[in-house]
């Protein structure tokens, strides 16, 4: 890929600024870190942050990425990806239902949605923060942001889950997640 100076300048802040996150991210007590630049095998700067493990000890992590968008058009625009794989798999037969309740339950959460991801049998949470090019990214935004983004999947999870295991349905989630919020 080639790439403009304006485009290598984007990359380039982009790496900054999730070097920057990072730091962040430690300062909260998420340790376990660590930054990729961008490569011919992944090809967004990326950060991984280890989350703490879901209710039943599994581990979890969310990735941090800069989307690449033509800084010509949106040149006012930074947009930052937080994004976790849920971890637990989704039974055969289950999708129409998944589909029912995150329609639902996306329109409750406040901060990100829940997805499927793209080709695989595989559940997320995903959220995209604008945020203005011209202003550095303000400590405070990235761990109020994350923090939301953690709770609301820690939160829904295991609703998601018992949805996507067949041990309740759509409907029968929905009214649990009622009572949660």
Do not use: W
Not at 29 to 39: D, K, R
Not at 171 to 176: G, H, N, T
């Amino acid at each position: 890929m080639t790439l403009n100076n304006a485009q290598t300048q984007m990359y380039a802040r982009h790496l900054v600024e999730l070097g920057f996150i990072e730091n962040v991210v430690n300062q909260m007590g998420y340790s376990s870190t660590e930054l990729i630049e961008a490569s011919k095998d992944l090809p967004y700067h990326t950060l991984l942050v280890n989350l703490e493990p879901d209710s039943q000890g599994r581990q979890r992590q969310m990735t941090l990425t800069f989307y690449p968008i033509d800084i010509e058009e949106f040149g006012n625009t930074l947009l930052l990806q937080y994004f976790t794989e849920l971890p637990f798999a989704v039974k055969t037969g289950v999708m129409d239902e998944i589909n029912k309740f995150f329609i639902y339950l996306n329109n409750k959460t406040v901060v990100g949605h829940f997805g499927i991801t793209q080709g695989q049998n595989k559940l997320n949470h995903r959220y995209v923060q604008t945020l203005p090019s011209e202003d550095v990214i303000s400590e405070g935004v990235v761990a109020d942001t994350l923090m939301l983004f953690n709770y609301t999947s820690m939160l829904f999870g295991s609703l998601v889950e018992a949805v996507a295991s067949g041990e309740m349905s759509a409907s029968e989630a929905q009214v649990q997640a009622d009572q949660i919020g």
